[in-house]
């Protein structure tokens, strides 16, 4: 493993990534890495990824993750929640890395649209910039709205406004409607008439 003291988790996903190759699970990064790469710089302690995988496929990854040398932890989530399940992976260091399966409303599209981004020598797969933002703002806090909010003001990438509501309608009417305000906010946040 690449990581030699706590505060690594980045390079505990690069090696969680390997073996995500080589067991042919697709993947997408979200979270706070995700958010740095469209823009919105916030410090973590963790790293976490979206797989395209089932819940009930994750116990037997969970083997492949801990014959690697990973510490594992395998949760499931109830029928309230809006994550099937979430596989954590530990090292020596208190390193983590979620990969998490079965999100309500994520649009299993998303895959096809992540951009590859190199990180210590390794292609990384990020969530793609409306896939970003609809999962902010359905996660909903205070924290992720803004990150989702600032993604926008930023832009580092051009956005595709009718497939960001498509995929906030995915999360449910309460996230159409958060986008929207969000949306309406940053319109009159860039008005120079104001």
Known sequence: MRTRARGESTLLLVDA??????EQV?????????????????A????????????????????RFRAAGFSTELRHGDM????????????NFENRVDLLVGIRGF???AFARVI?????????RFVGLEDFVAMKIFAGSPQDVSDAATALEVLTAPLDIDLLRRLSRRYGADTAR???SV??????DSDPGR
Not at 17 to 22: E, K, P
Not at 80 to 91: K, N, Q, R, W, Y
Not at 116 to 124: A, F, H, K, Q, R
Request: a negative charge; glycine letters at 6%.
């Open 116 to 124: 590859d981004v190199p990180l210590d020598g390794e292609p990384l």
């Open 178 to 180: 958060s986008l929207e």
């Open 17 to 22: 990534v390997q073996v995500l190759r080589s």
């Open 183 to 188: 949306l309406a906010s940053l319109s009159r």
């Open 44 to 63: 973590s302690l963790d790293a976490d990824a979206v797989l395209s995988i089932t819940a009930s496929a994750l116990a037997d990854l969970e083997r």
């Open 80 to 91: 309230d929640d809006p994550i099937g399940a979430v596989l954590t992976l530990h090292d």
């Open 107 to 109: 649009d299993p599209q």
């Open 26 to 42: 697709d993947y997408a990064i979200i979270g706070a890495m995700a958010a740095s790469v469209h823009g919105v710089i916030r």
